[in-house]
């Protein structure tokens, strides 16, 4: 590994790392073997090829992690890649629990890498499913109904905003929940805003 290729941003995260230290570290070595840029990006270390990004190296309480960017195009032929939620699309991880997992696995996780870069060198694309193909909650349809206005300015809200308000609605178990939610939410979608403007 060549101190040319190391990101000071990334040294800053991993001396205030408080969990997963030496895991990411053995990530780190790994990536860079691969001829990746470090660089920082949503607060994590993240690794690209010719300015795009190609894996993220990033920590939760049960698990440190390895997620690539295009992960639903590789062919995962050990089946280790996991989809993070059933809403993410593009993104897969690998995951890890010590840091001799990460030393068994270094040729598996460099071959992923290396399929990874070929996917970004092909200009391959993850195909988004389109907003129209989710489920519309029932009670959202029934305010569309009574308010058409609503539904006109649903509809001109970008596909990311429709988006995040449907799996926020639909993520509500009881009718009610999703009524109260669609109500609070009435006024930001009535002045084009996103869930979170």
């Known amino acids: ?87 993410v699309q593009a993104a897969r991880q690998i995951r890890f629990t010590n840091v001799e997992q990460i030393e068994e696995m270094q040729l598996i996780i460099k071959e992923y890498i290396y399929e990874a870069i070929e996917v970004e060198k092909a200009g391959l694309q993850v195909e988004f499913k389109k907003t129209t193909e989710y489920t519309v909650p029932e009670e959202l349809d029934n305010k569309f109904v009574e308010i058409p206005e609503l539904k006109t300015a649903f509809e001109a809200l970008t596909p990311g905003r429709q988006r995040a308000y449907l799996f926020y609605f639909s993520g509500a178990k009881q009718s009610k929940t999703r009524e109260a939610r669609i109500e609070k939410y009435l006024p930001h979608i009535l002045d084009g805003k996103g869930l979170d403007d």
């Open 1 to 87: 590994m060549t101190t040319s290729k190391l990101n000071a941003k990334v040294d800053g995260f991993l001396r205030k790392a408080k969990s997963w230290k030496e895991e990411f570290e053995a990530l780190r070595e790994i990536v860079l073997d691969c001829e990746l840029t470090e660089d920082f990006k949503w607060m994590h270390p993240c690794y690209t090829f010719e300015g795009n990004n190609i894996v993220i190296i990033h920590g939760f309480k049960e698990y440190c992690a390895l997620l690539f960017h295009k992960g639903s195009l590789l062919k995962d032929p050990h089946g280790i890649l996991i989809q993070q939620t059933e809403n």
